[in-house]
T-cell receptor, first 114, second 113 residues
Framework: DGGITQSPKYLFRKEGQNVTLSCEQNLNHDAMYWYRQDPGQGLRLIYYSQIVNDFQKGDIAEGYSVSREKKESFPLTVTSAQKNPTAFYLC?????????????FGPGTRLTVT | AQSVTQLGSHVSVSEGALVLLRCNYSSSVPPYLFWYVQYPNQGLQLLLKYTSAATLVKGINGFEAEFKKSETSFHLTKPSAHMSDAAEYFCAVSERWGGKLIFGQGTELSVKP
């Protein structure tokens, strides 16, 4: 079955620690995205990548880092510089280029930092 | 710049009643538009998308949306609500190149028995 996997589903960390969230897709999509979701604020774009070895900052990139070494994988690191890291994180992928390409979403990772 | 506004952060309907979730967009070029649904603690699932082929778009689970250029709207409707429709719904607009989406703030739909 094709799709996007995110692991783990729930993640707990102590303040001051970096943590990496996994995102893998087998849809052969060129583009991948990371969103943060907080209650009442919709989805906010953190980083996106339209091709391997290239990525761009989204609206709220401060305190986060990413890599795109493989087409299938787009891990997100939440660093200790992120002031309010507790949130629901969603990864998505899509085709890219000219056209109406919907994004396919993973099940999400709920990160709690105390 | 493109933007999306969803009117009403919470909508409550009775089971069997009409569902109407409102979405207005701002775009300098003809947009691509999407509606997604999210159940608690899950990812988003595509309900339907508008790609300029037809102004009335039918999606999954009995939902449909009509693109109205004159009103810059893309409202989501369903004739008869089911309890299972209770979820959060997001409207999104995309650039014509690249796949990047701009999401609205979301509308939480409650369905009363």
């Amino acid at each position: 079955d094709g799709g996007i996997t995110q692991s783990p589903k729930y993640l707990f960390r102590k303040e001051g620690q970096n943590v990496t969230l996994s995102c893998e897709q087998n849809l052969n999509h060129d583009a991948m995205y990371w969103y943060r979701q907080d209650p009442g604020q919709g989805l906010r774009l953190i980083y996106y990548s339209q091709i391997v070895n290239d990525f761009q900052k989204g609206d709220i990139a401060e305190g986060y880092s990413v890599s795109r070494e493989k087409k299938e994988s787009f891990p997100l690191t939440v660093t200790s510089a992120q002031k309010n890291p507790t949130a629901f994180y969603l990864c998505a992928s899509s085709s890219s280029g000219r056209g109406a390409y919907e994004q396919y979403f993973g099940p999400g990772t709920r990160l709690t930092v105390t | 710049a493109q933007s999306v506004t969803q009117l009403g952060s919470h909508v409550s309907v009775s089971e069997g009643a009409l569902v109407l979730l409102r979405c207005n967009y701002s775009s300098s070029v003809p947009p691509y538009l999407f509606w997604y649904v999210q159940y608690p603690n899950q990812g988003l699932q595509l309900l339907l998308k508008y790609t300029s082929a037809a102004t009335l778009v039918k999606g999954i689970n009995g939902f449909e949306a009509e693109f109205k250029k004159s009103e810059t709207s893309f409202h989501l409707t369903k004739p008869s609500a089911h309890m299972s429709d209770a979820a959060e719904y997001f409207c999104a607009v995309s650039e014509r190149w690249g796949g990047k989406l701009i999401f609205g703030q979301g509308t939480e739909l409650s369905v009363k028995p």
